[in-house]
C-alpha cells in the first residue's frame, strides 16, 4: 500500500501562485509515476500533470502555467502554479501509480483546496 499526503492548498488571487506538495510513504518502490487531478464543483476528476521516468506531461489548462516536480530521494511530487486564475479553483488530488494519459495510478490523497479569488 501507498498512502499520500498532500499539503499547501489555500486561498490565492486571481494572477497569484501556489506550490502543493505531496509526500509519499508505504511501499514507495511499486510506483511507476506521481502527479496530480483536481475536481471542480459539479465536474469530473480531471488530470493536471503527471512526471514518471520521462518528461512531465500536462493537460492543456496546465501548459505554460504550471510546473510538476518529483523528488525521488524524498518520495515527494510538487505542483507549482504560476498565473493562477478563478477557474482553477478545485480540489487537488495527488495521485501515484502507473498513471497514463488517460488513466490514473491506483493511489489517491485526501485533497486538498485551491481557491482562486479576488
Not at 506538495?21 to 475536481?39: L, P, V
Not at 471542480?40 to 480531471?46: I, N
Not at 510538487?78 to 486564475?85: F, G, H, K, R, V
Not at 502507473?98 to 489517491?108: F, K, L, M, Q
Request: glycine share 12%.
Amino acid at each position: 500500500q501507498v498512502q499520500l499526503v498532500e499539503s499547501g492548498g489555500g486561498l490565492v488571487q486571481p494572477g497569484g501562485s501556489l506550490t502543493l506538495s505531496c509526500a509519499a510513504s508505504g511501499s514507495i518502490y511499486i510506483i511507476y509515476a506521481m502527479g496530480w487531478y483536481r475536481q471542480a464543483p459539479g465536474k469530473q476528476r480531471e488530470l493536471v500533470a503527471f512526471m514518471a521516468t520521462g518528461a512531465a506531461k500536462y493537460a492543456d489548462s496546465a501548459k505554460g502555467r504550471f510546473t510538476v516536480s518529483r523528488d525521488i530521494a524524498k518520495h515527494t511530487v510538487y505542483l507549482q502554479m504560476n498565473s493562477l486564475e478563478p477557474e482553477d479553483t478545485a480540489v487537488y488530488y495527488c495521485n501515484a501509480g502507473r498513471i497514463t494519459s488517460a488513466t490514473p495510478g491506483d493511489y489517491w490523497g485526501q485533497g486538498t483546496q485551491v481557491t482562486v479569488s479576488s
